[in-house]
């Protein structure tokens, strides 16, 4: 367990007290939320001891849903930070050190739409550096060497719709809305709230930076796994650093997000791909490629009729199906045809791997993406229960014990996990 602070309550009031402050000018869109934006914003202060750079991703469907706004108060409360707008790649890669600033970037879709232009080095730069020890490489033709170049820093990225699944894997998502009829709101003035809220970032610092040693050797216990879990131990670290109830909130705060990322998000295109020939399979030995293009043509809410002018054809769904090691070939049905076609034993492993079924129910067709709910269906860390929701994927979760499933036991004691 990390140690506590020589004051145990001055982490979990300083981490109130930010919490209180983006509910102040922000309406987020859920509890947990809120909880992880907090953790967020502290984790920036002490970068130099986490192996792992999560990004903040800050997404909305349309203008006017707060992400400015709540880009403008991570701005105040979060570890020096640099804003991207307008900055070369140059500037940019150079600004990193090894303590280095927090990457600050409105607009974000920009950088990764159709229309992104000359922004590859940042779109590398956001890439490589969520992992420590991930530099750019470049030939300095005059000192006729090549230059290792830092990438390793937490960055916020703000932008209405998805960001790329390369970013959003490695993120903490947050989903804003429009405010309701009466969501309010306290108006935000730099020279007035400013000064506030970065006197927060100063305390946070100083308290974070007082125990760099015992944050980079925390091993907290975890709520998820693998690259999430990379994402989420630095918020975790902290959480279980402030004490008080934090360690609960941040592990609640992790299983709900994620699984609300989980309901939402149809996956890669590839792995949308075999989901959707699980269901036009229908339990059949094979399946001729025609009957299968038909299938997934036929779905209009699926991306495969928009899938070239045609919608999606033989060679591109040889294309996708080939980075499985799934190929087409000569086919014998039952009543004595025979076509080109797929056999269902050739994806089983595939299935196994990226999208493995709900053990004991049938494949279901792919489903547009759930609405809020879509958390139903979790146990919660202090043990209650949600009904379930079946058209969302199962989350793995690890307990304190160290066992693995989707079922997560309660935390009992509130004030740090042994």
């Not at 707008?85 to 890669?93: E, G, I, T």
């Not at 094979?286 to 054809?313: F, M, Q, R, V």
């Not at 086919?331 to 080109?340: E, I, L, M, T």
Request: glycine share 6%; hydrophobic share 40%; with cysteine.
């Amino acid at each position: 367990m990390t140690p506590q602070p020589a004051d145990a309550h001055q982490g979990a009031a300083l981490l109130n007290e930010l919490h209180a402050a983006l509910t102040r000018y922000v309406i987020l869109p859920t509890p947990q939320a809120v909880d992880a934006v907090t953790l967020w914003i502290a984790a920036t202060h002490a970068q130099p001891a986490w192996a792992h750079a999560p990004r903040l991703v800050i997404r909305a469907p349309e203008k006017r849903c707060g992400k400015s706004r709540l880009l403008d108060v991570v701005e105040a409360t979060c570890h020096e930070p640099f804003i991207t707008v307008n900055a070369s790649p140059s500037a940019v890669y150079r600004s990193i050190t090894e303590d280095p600033p927090t990457m600050l970037v409105d607009e974000a879709d920009t950088i990764f739409g159709p229309d992104a232009g000359n922004n590859e080095d940042l779109r590398g730069l956001l890439n490589a550096g969520h992992q420590r020890n991930r530099p750019a490489k470049r030939y300095d033709a005059a000192a006729g060497r090549v230059e290792s170049i830092p990438t390793f820093a937490m960055a916020a990225l703000a932008g209405i719709g998805a960001m790329p699944d390369t970013i959003e894997d490695r993120a903490v998502i947050v989903r804003m809305r429009r405010r309701a009829p009466g969501e309010t709101v306290a108006p935000y003035r730099i020279r007035r709230d400013r000064p506030v809220l970065a006197s927060i970032a100063q305390r946070l610092e100083r308290w974070l930076r007082a125990d760099l040693a015992a944050l980079e050797a925390a091993e907290p216990a975890m709520p998820v796994e693998d690259r999430a879990a990379d994402t989420w131990e630095p918020l975790i670290i902290v959480a279980d650093h402030a004490g008080d109830d934090w360690p609960h909130r941040a592990r609640q705060a992790a299983v709900d997000l994620l699984a609300e990322a989980a309901g939402g998000d149809q996956g890669s295109v590839r792995t949308r791909l075999l989901v959707d020939c699980r269901t036009a399979f229908s339990g059949q030995a094979a399946i001729s490629t025609a009957e299968l293009l038909n299938k997934l043509n036929a779905d209009p809410e699926s991306p495969w009729p928009s899938y070239g002018k045609t919608g999606l054809n033989a060679a591109k769904l040889s294309k996708l199906l080939g980075e499985f090691d799934i190929r087409s070939g000569n086919v014998r049905f039952p009543d004595g045809s025979q076509a080109k076609g797929y056999r269902a034993s050739d994806f089983h492993d595939a299935w196994t791997r990226y999208c493995p079924a709900d053990e004991g129910k049938p494949s279901q067709p792919s489903q547009a993406s759930p609405p809020s709910s879509a958390r139903d269906g979790l146990t919660l860390w202090d043990g209650t229960s949600r009904p379930t929701n079946s058209s969302r994927p199962a989350l793995t979760c690890i307990g304190t014990d160290g066992t693995a499933g989707t079922a997560t036991p309660p935390i009992t004691n509130t004030k740090g996990v042994a």
